[in-house]
């Protein structure tokens, strides 16, 4: 039986169905947090609606990786300490975070924005692909390599292991294998499906370093 509830004040029936719009959360839940936040000072609420409003107009993507950032390029494009001729290949920002938290890895990224997936009507155009093929093919220019006294450059594919990031990858290795790069794949210390947002650190952390050569 769905759950119903009469309201005695439009206001809050709307905040409700506002907060939950929120994936995860039901009505009975948006209820209690938006009684909440009625509860709470002026300058807390306006606080926390503010960086909600400025997190969805301000934040941008950097232009090199589509990371989120607060600036054209994000800090870890912008870090020269970390190793720019390997790039991690991942579908999503928290797929990112979650390989940072491990602490083992030293290139940048490069964030897909999603994975090939057919059955949800999303192709190789749909996906950030094209900018990646543009960023090895500098890579491996022959400036880039004069620059770098011809150090090997590396991309890692660090997606899912289920059919629709095995898809992805075996597509991504046809489009820049041509250019004569490392293409490596995460340890299967990961399960079949497995996600990297869930993976824990010390195992994600080992996948990285113990990378294979991928083999299509």
């Excluded at 709307?14 to 000072?41: C, F, N, Y």
């Excluded at 975070?97 to 030293?106: D, L």
């Excluded at 006294?149 to 590396?154: K, S």
């Amino acid at each position: 039986m769905a759950y119903k509830e009469n309201y005695p004040s439009k206001l809050l029936s709307e905040a409700v169905d506002a907060i939950s719009s929120l994936p995860g959360v039901g009505r009975r839940s948006a209820l209690r947090l938006a009684l909440h936040l009625l509860k709470q000072p002026q300058e807390n609420v306006h606080h926390f609606t503010s960086a909600i409003s400025h997190l969805r107009d301000d934040v941008r993507y950097c232009r090199e990786c589509m990371m989120i950032s607060d600036e054209d390029i994000c800090a870890i494009c912008s870090d020269r300490t970390r190793d720019h001729r390997t790039i991690c290949v991942v579908e999503s920002v928290r797929d990112v975070m979650s390989i940072e938290n491990t602490g083992q890895y030293r290139g940048v990224y490069h964030v897909l924005g999603g994975i090939i997936s057919p059955i949800n009507g999303v192709g190789p155009s749909d996906i950030r692909i094209r900018e990646l093929v543009s960023r090895v093919a500098d890579l491996m220019s022959p400036e880039a390599l004069f620059e770098s006294d011809a150090r090997e450059a590396e991309v890692i594919l660090a997606l899912s292991g289920d059919v629709e990031g095995e898809t992805t990858s075996f597509y991504i290795y046809r489009q820049i294998a041509s250019y004569g790069v490392k293409v490596s794949s995460l340890a299967r210390g990961l399960g079949f499906g497995d996600d990297l947002e869930y993976a824990d650190e010390l195992t994600l952390g080992r996948s990285i370093v113990n990378r294979q050569i991928f083999k299509p």
